[in-house]
């Protein structure tokens, strides 16, 4: 009979068994995942005896995995999709932004096995915000964001810490636009697909937190018309590196900040837990990460 232990240790490689440090991302699938090359690359840049593996792990497995992960020695781990709310309910305790968002995507381990669930989410967003726009202030005006799901939920919560003095939640589906809007409260405000247009008026922000846009994907249909032209526009999608939305934003002249950035600070607080060493987002990273993005 296959043991939970026997799934994962399939998994790892001779070395990543014998590394002083261990850690990991769980997804399923989860060959896509760019976390191993960014983690890879940290622990090389600071000469860490340790290693980060990505293990593929199917949903019905999911509980029973994450349970004898301590036991195999892993400090901690990142969760992808699809994952992460389940990951909410098999941590011991959970911070409360993850609590407010409903999914976990880092998990440290702590004494005795106790393990700690996060979502990093909200502050790789604002983490980058503050990298590529620093002289954008959320308290200044409104902030538009587009979607509802969980990216959009990470980056609405954010924002709503920060002091937006208006949180305008845009969805195609209005129920969840409005269920976002209600569960925050404050300045959320949920607005109808059709007036997503009218929503940008005197914004200082705009976030497209869905994945149109991406490789793949239709562009998000979203006009700018309306935008000042000193608002900030930033888009979560990083494959391409500049989406359609982000090209438009910049030949009127706005100011714009891609996806990227957002997974590699949102990856800091985990490795720094895990690995004891503050990392540092540097162009270098930025240029070997997007490399594993294949163009």
Do not use: C
Not at 104 to 115: K, L, M, P
Not at 195 to 212: F, Q, Y
């Amino acid at each position: 009979m296959t043991t939970p232990q026997d799934v994962v240790r399939r998994q790892l490689s001779e070395d990543a068994t014998r590394a002083a440090k261990l850690a990991g991302v769980i997804g399923w699938p989860i060959g896509h995942s760019l976390s191993p090359r960014l983690h890879g690359y940290w622990l090389r840049e600071y000469a860490i005896d340790g290693a980060y593996v990505p293990l593929a792990i199917e949903p019905e497995n999911f509980a029973a995995v994450v349970e004898v992960l301590p036991e195999l020695g892993f400090a901690g781990w990142n969760v992808t999709v699809p994952h992460k709310e389940a990951a909410l309910a098999a941590v011991s305790q959970a911070d409360d932004h993850a609590a407010k968002i409903g999914a976990v995507n880092t998990v440290v381990v702590t004494g005795g096995g106790v393990t700690v669930g996060s979502n990093t989410d909200g502050f790789g967003f604002m983490e980058n915000l503050r990298d590529q726009a620093a002289n954008w202030d959320p308290t200044s005006r409104p902030a538009v964001v587009v979607g509802a799901g969980g990216a959009a939920k990470s980056v609405a919560w954010a924002l709503a810490d920060a002091g937006v003095p208006e949180l305008r939640i845009v969805n195609r589906t209005r129920s969840r636009a409005d269920a976002l809007a209600t569960a925050i409260g404050g300045p959320a405000v949920a607005v109808p697909w059709g007036g997503r247009a009218d929503a940008l008026a005197g914004a200082g922000l705009v976030v497209n937190a869905t994945s149109l846009g991406m490789v793949g994907q239709p562009p998000l249909d979203l006009p700018l018309d309306g935008l000042p032209t000193n608002a900030v526009v930033n888009d979560l999608v990083y494959a391409p590196d500049t989406t359609e939305l982000l090209g438009q934003a910049q030949a009127r002249g706005n100011h714009t900040v891609g996806g990227l950035g957002m997974l590699l600070h949102q990856a800091r607080r985990g490795f720094a837990a895990w690995f004891g060493v503050e990392p540092a987002v540097t162009p270098a990273l930025r240029a070997h990460v997007a490399a594993g993005l294949g163009g």
